[in-house]
């Protein structure tokens, strides 16, 4: 009991402590080089950096770029520790690994492809990790939401792409690092002409993305961005790209994979089905193109999305960590339990929507028999939109707009796809429905 409570305080208190920003490249670069405390959730060294660095089928850039590229404005490179921890992003300083023999920062792995150019792309860690800065200590939160700018760092780095293509000496760093000091004239001007390319993919992607107003850190409109890369732009239907202007904190991860229902909305109940979706919402390809030989191939990869769903299982909740932030006041966090298991003014408590454990550690669960395998999961226990109170537009903006696909050979759509939320005795749902064209 007393673990649960106090794992709610490392949140609160990371939330706090945790340096963003300009002030990473200052006042806790000191911090920096010192041992990092690993709380003990489960994993060991080598699960660590298989969460950190397994590729999922996410391509941001070539891979010898991002390692050649310099900062816009500075002659700097782009994956100095400075530069990546003043977007948020946690890099450490003894990063060098087997399993990291770049030093990338955690979250960013090598995407190995068929042609033999490697590229460099995002995973699960990148948005799931994050630590505590206390009196000089650091203390790592696998699991935990992050505090990085994902709007930001892209932009940071269209900034340096578009610098490179615009200083000639600039260039000519980046193309000695890339290609070679012998490299001929035509294979600079191809090289040239495909960062040309590729930052107006990913100025489109930005566009796309673009919130009315910053999401800023640690805060992102995941849905909003995954439905216009699919239904827009992968489907070639811009006129489906919504404003992404929902933008919510990053989850935890710990305990995920034992509940029935997923996100802040109860919106999934497929894992591989949400993580294809977080894949192809941060830089991952998928063909939707009827009439290619290739349609329905993707860049996300299965089996190690599989394995990392299995790693995700074995991480535990995270304890309060007594040698670094000192014994838990008793008397304090014997009130906040009173607080959180009474109901006050007729009101439910906090306990009877997000349950506690019983003395033998289990929660309500939904029976075996629903599933197939005789798996039972943590219920989720849903709850009317208007009875939250709170700003319902994350939820909403699934159904706020019809997306439509076209028929093969014509310019008509063949399908229109709407939904609207209903309130239900236990909580909500979503509707779909299905109205044909005049294709």
Not at 68 to 94: H, M, S, T
Not at 127 to 145: K, L, S, Y
Not at 253 to 258: A, D, E, I, S, V
Not at 338 to 347: A, C, F, M, V
Request: net charge negative.
């Amino acid at each position: 009991m007393k673990l649960k409570k106090l794992a709610l305080s490392v949140l609160g208190l990371m939330t706090v402590a945790t340096a963003y920003g300009d002030l990473r490249n200052s006042d806790t670069d000191r911090l920096y080089g010192r041992q990092t405390i690993f709380l003990d959730q489960q994993w060991t060294e080598a699960d660590r950096d298989r969460f950190y660095f397994t590729p999922q089928g996410s391509y941001l850039i070539p891979y010898s770029w991002f390692l050649a590229l310099e900062v816009a404005g500075r002659r700097q490179p782009f994956k100095d520790k400075r530069n990546i921890r003043r977007y948020g992003y946690l890099v450490d300083d003894d990063s060098y690994s087997p399993a990291n023999p770049d030093g990338l920062p955690i979250g960013f792995a090598q995407e190995p492809v068929e042609n033999g150019e490697a590229w460099l792309g995002y995973t699960c860690a990148a948005c799931h990790t994050n630590e505590i800065h206390f009196q000089d200590q650091i203390v790592r939160i696998d699991g935990a939401p992050t505090l990085a700018d994902f709007t930001a760092f892209n932009n940071g780095l269209i900034a340096a792409l578009e610098f490179t293509l615009a200083s000639e000496k600039r260039f000519d760093r980046f193309a000695r690092a890339v290609l070679g000091k012998e490299a001929e004239e035509n294979e600079q001007s191809a090289l040239w002409e495909r960062i040309a390319d590729h930052t107006a993919w990913l100025k489109g992607f930005a566009k796309r993305g673009k919130p009315p107003h910053a999401f800023g850190a640690g805060r992102v409109d995941a849905f909003g961005i995954i439905m216009n890369e699919v239904f827009g732009h992968d489907l070639g239907q811009l006129e489906n790209v919504r404003i992404p202007n929902a933008p919510v904190s990053y989850p935890f991860l710990w305990g995920t994979p034992r509940h029935d229902f997923v996100q802040w909305t109860g919106s999934a109940s497929n894992p591989f089905g949400r993580n294809v979706g977080e894949v192809l919402g941060a830089f991952g390809r998928v063909n939707l193109d009827v009439m290619s030989s290739d349609f329905g191939s993707t860049t996300a990869r299965a089996r190690e999305l599989f394995e990392l769903e299995r790693l995700v299982a074995k991480l535990g909740t995270p304890h309060w960590p007594e040698e670094v932030l000192g014994p838990i006041n008793e008397a304090s966090a014997s009130r906040g339990q009173t607080l959180y298991t009474q109901s006050r003014n007729g009101e439910e408590s906090c306990a009877d929507c997000h349950a506690l454990s019983d003395s033998a550690g289990h929660y309500p669960s939904t029976p075996p028999e629903e599933n197939l395998f005789g798996v039972s999961f943590i219920k989720t226990h849903m709850i009317p939109l208007n009875d939250i109170g709170t700003d319902p537009l994350t939820a909403k903006k699934l159904c706020f707009a019809e997306r439509q696909a076209r028929c093969r050979n014509t310019a008509s759509p063949c399908a229109v796809y709407q939904c609207q939320w209903r309130s239900t005795g236990s909580g909500h749902a979503v509707d779909f429905s299905r109205r044909r064209g005049a294709g």
